[in-house]
């Protein structure tokens, strides 16, 4: 997929999420074969004014890798300056967010308010187009609209487009909706029959498999697909969906010693690149995503979340693996491990029985 003169092998872009894809684990996705990687929100105007917190959000790609900046705000000097600071530290795309429908966002009239104001939103876009060199690509990340009488998503793209938005993702959902109900395939078909086909649209919501994303491309004509929560614990999904996508064989899902081997790299990124008071609450939540679906997996995040140091939950984890790798071995279970279902619900079930 070409976004401008960027190109994108693998068409599977991991979803920006806030708190969540940091540095650690964008890199984990990066080295597992996700086609691209974006920053989580960053405020425009925290940026412009010097917030060190939110600057320290603002991260480059290890190793070189491209990567993308994601920012959010209606102040045309904070989103143009915000937008060259992604530039300066190396970003190869500045992706906006109009798809927010957290209430403090959306009550300072930003993320997915803007979709009540087109023309306010394509203003942005051509200021931050306007403030970045011509081979750093504008982007948007929106919702379906702000509630179901207003599905305005296929116009909406339009003006972006035409304001100098080079690529359109769209979360299938409405504002209204937040993350609750069905992500809706059918208005992201319409976004991409709308938009020039030269466009690349991005597809999201709800994509957690394999046929997830078969679904998705199928059913809308996307690009590429974007994935998130999916993603939580299952960063294997990128490696499965590269070899796939380039017409290579799917590797199938993980061992449950691939999974602590990543799990052990990631909480290695986590120690190498956070710091401070933080760093715990992000290895507990590192334990969870890769323990999830997995027997046992409830009571291992009690455990976790009851420690008080990054040891006590690395041991915790290693000897959660240890008895899971032994207990396959006396039950002669499947390579593939034990993982069942995203939500761990057949896992405590297991507990329970
Ligand atoms: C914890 C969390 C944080 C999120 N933060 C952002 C964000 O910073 N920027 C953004 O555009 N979307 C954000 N989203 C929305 C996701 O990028 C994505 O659109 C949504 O989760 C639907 O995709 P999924 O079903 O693959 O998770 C966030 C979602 C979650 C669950």
Redesign the pocket.
């Known amino acids: 997929m070409r976004v401008g003169d960027l190109l994108i092998e693998t068409p599977v872009i991991l979803?920006?999420?806030?708190?969540?894809?940091d540095l650690p684990f964008r890199t984990v996705a990066e080295e597992l074969g996700v086609g691209f990687t974006?920053?989580?929100?960053?405020s425009a105007h925290a940026l412009a004014v010097g917030d060190k917190k939110t600057a320290g959000k603002m991260t480059a790609s290890l190793d070189g890798r491209r990567f993308g900046v994601?920012i959010?705000g209606r102040e045309e000097g904070p989103m143009g300056e915000a937008a060259r600071m992604a530039v300066a530290i190396g970003a190869s795309l500045v992706?906006i967010?109009m798809?927010?429908p957290a209430k403090r966002v959306v009550a300072g009239e930003c993320?997915s308010a803007l979709m009540r104001e087109p023309a306010m939103a394509a203003r942005l876009v051509k200021v931050v187009v306007d403030a970045v060199p011509a081979n750093i690509p504008v982007t948007v990340?929106h919702?379906a609209g702000w509630n179901q009488d207003n599905l305005n998503a296929p116009e909406f793209a339009c003006a972006l487009v035409d304001a100098g938005a080079k690529m359109i993702?769209v979360?299938g959902?409405t504002r209204t909706q937040g993350?609750s109900g069905k992500?809706d395939n059918a208005i992201i078909k319409r976004v991409r029959d709308a938009v020039p086909a030269h466009i690349p649209v991005v597809g999201?919501?709800?994509?957690?498999d394999i046929e997830g994303y078969l679904r998705m491309r199928a059913e809308t004509g996307c690009d590429a697909v974007?994935?998130?929560?999916?993603?939580l614990g299952n960063p294997w999904l990128f490696e499965r969906l590269r070899e796939i996508t380039a017409g290579r064989p799917d590797p199938g899902p993980p061992s449950l010693a691939s999974r602590l081997e990543v799990f052990r790299k990631h909480v290695a990124l986590i120690e190498r690149l956070k710091s401070g008071p933080r760093t715990l609450h992000e290895v507990r939540k590192a334990c969870a995503w890769y323990a999830r679906g997995l027997y046992g997996c409830n009571a291992l995040r009690l455990a976790v979340w009851e420690t008080k140091d990054l040891a006590g939950a690395r041991v915790l984890v290693e000897e959660f693996f240890a008895r899971l790798i032994d207990r396959q071995d006396r039950l002669g279970l499947p390579p593939e491990g034990e993982r069942r279902s995203m939500d761990g619900e057949d896992a405590a079930a297991d507990e329970a029985a």
Not at 15 to 21: G, L, Q, R, S
Not at 204 to 208: E, F, L, P, S, Y
């Open positions: 979803a920006p999420m806030a708190a969540v894809t974006i920053t989580e929100f960053l994601q959010f992706d967010n798809g927010c993320g990340k919702r993702t979360h959902r993350f992500s999201n919501g709800d994509v957690v974007m994935i998130g929560r999916g993603a």
